[in-house]
């Protein structure tokens, strides 16, 4: 399994909590002007012009969402970030600052935070964040990480999910169902490892489901790329949950119905070879799977020459009148009802 290499361990209770906090943030690098103060006092301080300010946050528990059996620290930091970055991005805004807060048992050595920092440092570093303040803590069992993003938007760039209009296209980035597999390839070897501790992992064949797992990347660039097409969306919502569930939010936010073709949904060739390995069906991997991070987002129909051809854009659907309903368009014709946990078999 993925192992800690680092053989040195100093405990916390030696060190106290203020010496963690500045060993911890000492690296921590300000990209942004508008930070004006960073850690280091009881507030940061964002400077705000005329744009609109977006916040959100996230409560990651170990056991619950993270084992760190197979999560490395360093990737669980990473991970942590891109989880609220995705949802600044879904917004149609910039992330700008992130809080950091932990809570920890003694479980936890200096050499271990220092991983799961320069996780967070690396993601700050490649989205070009700062990572102003935070909160740390002791737990009477494992680990929580709850991270907090601040972004920015311009008032008429600013996406909600309640924008969807009958005909409007429904678009996916990149591939789906990949970190769904990823993950039980690892519960899997997980569970081999449990069995004989000597066994090596196998995961030659699912290196990209296993990276989709660990080392997701938030959607920034295709925010850039949208910009630079002049489309905006008319409605969006980032795809942490499986694509089904998050298509329904759309549908009851903007009070559209939608038709989504089955034959049209992404997906790596990974994903694809795998649920046949593993006699998955991967239109239900990819409806109820969730942790992809991709976007999922509606355009009016005439912007759709603005997108055509681009790779990492593909239309899946559109919209609809609220009485057609949600649907799964087979690829064998046949019109079936969306629900969140996939589809319902008639
Ligand atoms: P307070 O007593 O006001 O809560 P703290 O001593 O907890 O202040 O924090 C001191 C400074 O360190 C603050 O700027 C806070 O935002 C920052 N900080 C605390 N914990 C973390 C952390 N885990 N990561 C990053 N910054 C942190
Ligand atoms: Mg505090």
Not at 140 to 158: C, H, N, R
Not at 159 to 180: F, Q
Request: contains cysteine; charged residues 25%.
């Amino acid at each position: 399994m993925l192992e800690n290499k680092n053989q040195s361990s100093t405990s916390l209770s030696d060190l106290g909590e203020f010496k963690l906090i500045e060993h911890l943030t000492r690296q921590t690098k300000i990209y942004h002007q508008n930070t004006i103060k960073g850690v280091g006092d009881d507030c940061a301080v964002l400077e705000n012009d005329k744009l609109q300010t977006l916040v959100t946050t996230d409560l990651l528990i170990e056991g619950v969402h993270f084992d760190l059996g197979y999560m490395p620290l360093k990737h669980l930091g990473y991970k942590a970030v891109m989880v609220n970055l995705s949802d600044i991005y879904a917004m149609n805004g910039v992330a700008k600052q992130i809080t950091v807060s932990l809570a920890l048992s003694n479980r936890f050595t200096l050499e271990a935070l220092e991983e799961l920092y320069a996780g967070i440092h690396l993601a700050c570093k490649n989205y070009q964040v700062d990572l102003v303040g935070g909160d740390t803590t002791s737990s009477t069992k494992g680990m929580l990480i709850s991270i907090t993003a601040i972004g920015e938007v311009d008032k008429k760039d600013v996406v909600y999910r309640s924008g969807a209009k009958p005909k409007d296209l429904l678009v996916v980035t990149g591939d789906l169902g990949g970190a769904y597999l990823g993950l039980q390839i690892l519960e899997r070897e997980k569970q081999v490892f449990q069995v004989n501790p000597n066994a090596q992992p196998e995961l030659e064949n699912y290196t990209y489901l296993v990276e989709r797992q660990l080392k997701p990347e938030a959607r920034k660039d295709i925010i850039e790329l949208l910009k630079k097409l002049e489309v905006k969306p008319t409605s969006m919502i980032d795809i942490s949950d499986g694509l089904s569930s998050e298509i329904l939010h759309l549908c009851k936010q903007s009070n559209v119905g939608c038709n989504l073709y089955e034959d049209k949904i992404p997906m790596d060739q990974q994903v694809i070879s795998t649920c046949e390995e593993f006699n998955m069906d991967s239109t239900t991997v990819v409806l109820s799977g969730g942790e992809d991070y991709e976007l999922l987002f509606t355009i009016l129909q005439e912007d759709y020459p603005k997108i055509k051809g681009n790779p990492n854009l593909t239309v899946i659907g559109h919209m609809t009148d609220e009485d057609q309903g949600k649907n799964l368009i087979t690829r064998a014709n046949q019109k079936i009802e969306l629900i969140a946990q996939g589809w319902n078999a008639i």
